[in-house]
């Protein structure tokens, strides 16, 4: 496991005025963009922290922050059970490669969700926002509060549970959630159990910016490793993930099914045209 010293955060961002550069930020020009029936914000690292930054100032109830890569959507995709989490949600992020070819070429950029946590830590830092974390491990959510607080000390961050919860925790997990009224929610659990979660407690999130991060909690923490840079940079942590955890590799098959949809999409599209 690494030491607290060594938690990942891009230096060159500590120096910039994000107060400045977020204000400057237009959100309203942050397009939709069309993926088997999934609108998906068009929207760079910074640009969806500054939206979130806005939701946050707007105070307009909850908002939910979807993180999707092509397995994802497959369970996702209109006509799914599930779409109706799509049409909830309030922002639509890629973070899986393939859902810029998917889009032909319209999605300008992956967001990944370690730099997006990062951006906001360094926002809530300076404006004052309060986090409330929740899911992984003990061990894991209290390296991550250390590693967090150590680096950024006048971080607010008001409450962190694991997400190993029967029926009585879970109730007081709730409870605490209503009473912090936290501004940005961290909930890193399974999909799409983490979404479900979400979709049926939306009523003790208040104004809440909710965000499903997944995995992200064990990278923070140093319990699993990064993908290397050679497959981050190809946009192929999806696969790092599958040698890591083998036994991942039924996702293979969901990827398989993804870029056949996508085609016939194309053919459908195409027809209807001509």
Excluded: C
């Amino acid at each position: 496991m690494n030491s607290p010293e060594e938690i990942q955060h891009n230096s060159s961002k500590d120096e910039r005025d994000l107060l400045l550069e977020y204000q400057a930020i237009d959100t309203d020009k942050i397009e939709k963009i069309d993926i088997l029936g999934v609108l998906f914000d068009n929207a760079n690292t910074d640009e969806a922290a500054a939206k979130i930054g806005r939701w946050i100032d707007q105070k307009k109830g909850y908002k939910h922050v979807l993180f999707m890569d092509p397995p994802r959507l497959m369970k996702l995709r209109s006509g799914k059970k599930l779409h109706r989490i799509t049409d909830k949600a309030a922002m639509i992020l890629a973070e899986g490669a393939g859902l810029g070819w998917a889009s032909g070429g319209k999605i300008k950029t992956r967001v990944s969700v370690i730099g997006l946590i990062m951006d906001l830590v360094r926002y809530a830092e300076l404006k004052g926002y309060t986090i409330f974390m929740l899911g992984s491990k003990e061990d894991v959510i209290e390296r991550v509060f250390f590693n967090l607080t150590r680096h950024f000390p006048k971080l607010r961050i008001v409450g962190r549970h694991s997400g190993h919860m029967n029926k009585q925790r879970e109730l007081m997990v709730k409870e605490a959630i209503r009473k912090t009224s936290p501004d940005i929610i961290l909930f890193a659990s399974d999909f799409p159990e983490q979404e479900i979660w979400i979709e049926n407690n939306t009523g003790f999130f208040g104004n809440s910016v909710i965000i499903g991060v997944s995995g992200a909690f064990d990278i923070l923490s140093g319990k699993d490793k990064k993908a290397p840079d050679s497959f981050k940079l190809k946009g192929y942590t999806w696969l790092w993930r599958i040698i890591a955890r083998p036994y991942r590799i039924f996702r293979m098959f969901r990827i398989l099914q993804f870029i056949i949809m996508v085609l016939i999409s194309r053919i459908k599209k195409k027809k209807s045209l001509d």
